[in-house]
């Protein structure tokens, strides 16, 4: 125990003191804000002031779109009005908007027989957002003409046209309901999902590269005279785990800091209004610690088979290919969290730390499902810990050789 004990020290300090450490603990979290901040409000303001000009044959029908646009606060569109439009009107607009002196052109068609003909042309095709809002005034002022037509004045066409927002409520195991908001559950789960799926992935591919620098530097040669291979894996497990834990204890702290103040106020509200429980509090190190145990332990027991970082890369899909997984869940887990997709990803043990965090911010689990997670984690963990360490005894005295499949199985049956 005592040898165990001065290799993860040795893994711990080395981790801790390294450039590397300092930099990702400082940058990750830092893009994290920065990309978050960014979609925010590139969200928010990614249409607002947009020149629009509506091409209509039916001057009340465009005035009544003009006015659901100019209704939207939140797009401040400056709609110019074209009504009646003929074909050599339409053209010249099209030419503003070669030219950027407009936005886009939504063009109305009411002549023909049938429903009305829409059109919106702009220069870029992919901009949906300014499309939905656009479609949302155009088919609001199509309805108000309609009614218009019915008798109905404009005033009382506007109350029956007043739509109605849905708040959201999440019912507990106990029958109680509570507010939620789907945005928030969407972004907690996501940023859950990021801040166990990297320094897991990372730490063990990190873990992975050191034993193979260590054994073409042959540094084993000394560290086998004061202890046994099983020891050495121990050891660098532990240490580069609580760097692990280190660096998410940092983020934690300075997540906790930043929200405790005025600046992250904006951000943080509304659709932003994030909550952590103290479930959570407790689970998540829990399956960090499991998670890079299992990958760091089949990482491990791999790198001491090959002789180069490059013949490493040839076990990446082992890594990838479980993440996939994972995030190809996630839309079905914030769809339905009981589902049986969700539940299978949240028992299989290389999926299982990606997806039950972020599954308990979306529902509390059965406590059973809790357990089986554990326990199988717990057994794999056992048995690619016995895989790794035959493996690891032999491979890391192994040079100049690369490793055949019969060998590697000649390594297991060892003693």
């Not at 901040?37 to 928010?44: C, D, I, P």
Request: net charge neutral.
């Amino acid at each position: 125990m005592h040898n165990i004990l001065l290799i993860a020290k040795r893994e711990y300090m080395e981790q801790i003191r390294g450039r590397a450490f300092k930099f990702s603990t400082v940058l990750v979290p830092l893009g994290i804000v920065v990309l978050l901040g960014a979609s925010y409000f590139s969200g928010r303001h990614a249409i607002e002031g947009k020149h629009v000009a509506i091409a209509a044959d039916n001057l009340a029908l465009a005035n009544d779109v003009r006015g659901q646009m100019l209704d939207d606060k939140e797009a401040k569109f400056t709609v110019d009005v074209v009504a009646p439009a003929t074909s050599q009107d339409r053209d010249a607009l099209l030419r503003q908007v070669q030219s950027k002196a407009i936005d886009g052109v939504l063009s109305i068609d009411t002549a023909s027989a049938g429903a009305p003909v829409a059109t919106y042309a702009a220069q870029s095709s992919g901009d949906y957002t300014t499309i939905s809002r656009l479609k949302y005034a155009l088919n609001h002022g199509l309805l108000q003409e309609r009614l218009a037509g019915k008798g109905i004045g404009s005033a009382e066409a506007d109350a029956l046209l007043k739509s109605v927002s849905i708040e959201t409520l999440q019912v507990d195991k106990n029958g109680k309901s509570s507010k939620s908001n789907r945005m928030a559950a969407f972004s907690k789960t996501m940023i859950m999902a990021f801040l166990l799926t990297m320094p897991i992935l990372l730490y063990g591919m990190d873990m992975a590269r050191s034993v193979i620098e260590e054994k073409s530097s042959r540094i084993f040669e000394v560290m086998l005279s004061i202890s046994r291979p099983d020891e050495l894996l121990t050891g660098k497990l532990i240490g580069v785990g609580a760097v692990g834990l280190t660096q998410i204890a940092i983020w934690v702290a300075a997540a906790v800091l930043i929200t405790g103040s005025a600046l992250a106020a904006p951000l943080l509200s509304g659709d932003f209004a994030l909550h952590f429980s103290w479930a959570e509090g407790i689970f998540f190190p829990l399956y960090f610690v499991l998670g890079f145990f299992l990958y760091s332990a089949l990482f491990s027991g791999l790198a001491a088979t090959c002789e180069t970082a490059q013949e490493l890369q040839m076990y990446m899909p082992l890594a990838v290919i479980p993440v996939w997984v994972s995030f190809g869940i996630l839309p079905f887990l914030i769809s339905d969290p009981g589902s049986v997709w969700a539940v299978a990803a949240s028992l299989f043990p290389f999926t299982a730390p990606f997806v039950m965090i972020p599954r308990m911010g979306l529902e509390m689990p059965p406590v059973w499902q809790f357990a089986a997670s554990i326990g199988l984690l717990l057994v794999t963990i056992w048995a690619t810990l016995w895989f790794s360490s035959r493996l690891y005894r032999v491979g890391i005295l192994m040079y100049g050789k690369r490793a055949t499949l019969p060998e590697l199985l000649r390594w297991l049956r060892y003693s």
